[in-house]
C-alpha cells in the first residue's frame, strides 16, 4: 500500500498529487466540493491584454491534468469522516454525497483544505452589505470573471473613481489575525491592474498599510508612479459612511501630517484577507493534529508541511496564508515528503 490520500483539491492538494505522478505514486483526492480547484476556481485570468503573471492559470492546467491522469483518482461532494489505523497503514471513512460511505486505505494523508475568505461583514466600518457600493475584491472578481467589467452596483454605470483598501480581516487583534495574510497584496494589485486595463478612464486609489510582494517582479509604486490614474495611500482607514450625494466615504488619516480626510467614492472595494477555515479545529480532531494560536493546522517549528502525527502532511493555506505560487511549492514539498516517509514505512 503506497497510496496517498489527498483532503482538497485546491491548487495544494492537486500539485501534492501531480508530483506524486510524476513519481508513479498514486493517490485519491477527498474533495468537499463537486469540481476542483479550491478557492483558485473562482478566480478569472488578470491578464487583459497580456498576462500579468496572476497565477490562476496554474490552478486551471493543474486540475486539467488531474483528470486525465490514471493515479490520481478523484472523489467530488466527499468528506472525511474518521481516520483509523497507523502511519503507512491509515484507514479513512469518506462520507461521499448521494453514495453513502468509502472507506479508503493510504499510507499517508496529505492535508490541503486550504482557509477561507474573511467575512466583511465582521468588520462593521467598512459599510459591507449596508453601503450598495461597497463590495469585496471577491465581489469585484466574480463580476470582471463573468462579465468582462466592473459597474457600480447602485447605478451600474462604469466607476470613475474606485478605492481599494487592503488588509480587511487582515493584521486585525478584533479578529483573532494578527498575521499577515500574504496573498492579498498581489491579489489587489493584479485586480486593480485588470481594472485600468478594462476602464483607463477609472482612477484608482489603493489604501495600505505595507507592500508585501513576495516577487521582486511585482513593483507596485513603479506602476503607480508611471500612471496618473493610480494612487497609492499608506493608510488604513477607519470606516466607510455614506456620503450627501449616496456615495460611499472613505475616512482615513493622512500618511503625512496625521489630519482626518474624508473622501468620496463610486465604489469601495474591501480586499479581503485569509482565514482558518471553519472546518479546521474539526478537521484537526480527525486527523489528530493540533492548531497554532490562529487556528491553522500546526507545522513543527523547522519542519515545514510536516503535522504534529507522523504520516500526515500539510500543504498550503490549511497551515497559514500563502499565495497561489507558494501552494504550489507547498504541495510538491508534502509530496516529496510523503514519498519518504513510506519509503522509510514497514
Not at 102 to 118: D, S, Y
Not at 146 to 171: D, M, N
Not at 190 to 196: D, E, I, P, T
Request: net charge neutral; with cysteine; charged share 25%.
Amino acid at each position: 500500500m503506497n497510496r496517498v490520500a489527498i483532503i482538497g483539491g485546491g491548487v495544494a492538494g492537486l500539485s501534492a498529487a501531480i508530483s506524486l505522478e510524476r513519481r508513479g505514486v498514486p493517490s485519491i483526492i477527498v474533495e468537499r466540493e463537486e469540481a476542483l480547484g479550491g478557492l483558485c476556481g473562482e478566480l478569472g485570468c488578470k491578464g487583459v491584454e497580456r498576462c500579468v503573471r496572476c497565477d490562476v492559470c496554474l490552478a486551471r492546467d493543474m486540475v486539467a491534468q488531474a483528470r486525465s491522469s490514471p493515479l490520481i483518482e478523484r472523489l467530488g461532494r466527499a468528506e472525511l469522516r474518521s481516520v483509523s489505523g497507523q502511519p503507512g497503514d491509515f484507514r479513512l471513512a469518506i462520507r461521499v454525497g448521494g453514495q453513502g460511505h468509502r472507506l479508503v486505505r493510504a499510507a499517508v494523508i496529505v492535508c490541503a483544505t486550504g482557509g477561507e475568505p474573511f467575512d466583511a461583514h465582521l468588520d462593521k466600518r467598512l459599510g459591507y452589505d449596508e453601503l450598495a457600493d461597497v463590495v469585496t475584491s471577491l465581489d469585484l472578481e466574480r463580476q470582471l470573471s463573468a462579465e468582462g467589467r466592473f459597474l457600480v452596483p447602485s447605478t451600474s454605470a462604469p466607476p470613475k473613481k474606485v478605492a481599494f483598501i487592503l488588509c480587511v480581516g487582515s493584521r486585525d487583534e478584533r479578529f483573532n489575525t494578527s498575521y499577515c495574510s500574504k496573498a492579498c497584496c498581489k491579489y489587489s494589485f493584479k485586480l486593480a491592474q485588470g481594472l485600468r486595463a478594462i476602464d483607463p478612464g477609472c482612477a484608482i486609489t489603493i489604501f495600505f498599510m505595507d507592500w508585501r510582494l513576495y516577487d521582486p517582479r511585482e513593483n507596485v509604486r513603479a506602476w503607480a508612479s508611471g500612471d496618473s490614474g493610480v494612487r497609492l495611500v499608506r493608510s488604513r482607514p477607519a470606516e466607510v459612511l455614506l456620503g450627501e450625494d449616496s456615495r460611499p466615504e472613505v475616512r482615513f488619516a493622512s500618511e503625512k501630517d496625521a489630519i482626518v480626510e474624508v473622501e468620496a467614492f463610486d465604489a469601495v472595494v474591501l480586499s479581503v484577507g485569509l482565514r482558518p477555515a471553519r472546518s479546521a479545529a474539526e478537521l484537526a480532531r480527525t486527523l489528530q493534529v493540533e492548531t497554532d494560536a490562529h487556528g491553522f493546522l500546526r507545522s513543527p517549528k523547522g519542519e515545514p508541511c510536516a503535522s504534529t502525527r507522523p504520516g500526515v502532511f500539510l500543504a498550503g493555506t490549511c497551515r497559514g496564508p500563502k499565495e497561489i505560487v507558494e501552494c504550489v511549492k507547498d504541495g510538491a514539498e508534502a509530496a516529496s515528503k510523503a514519498i519518504a516517509f513510506m519509503g522509510g514505512v514497514g
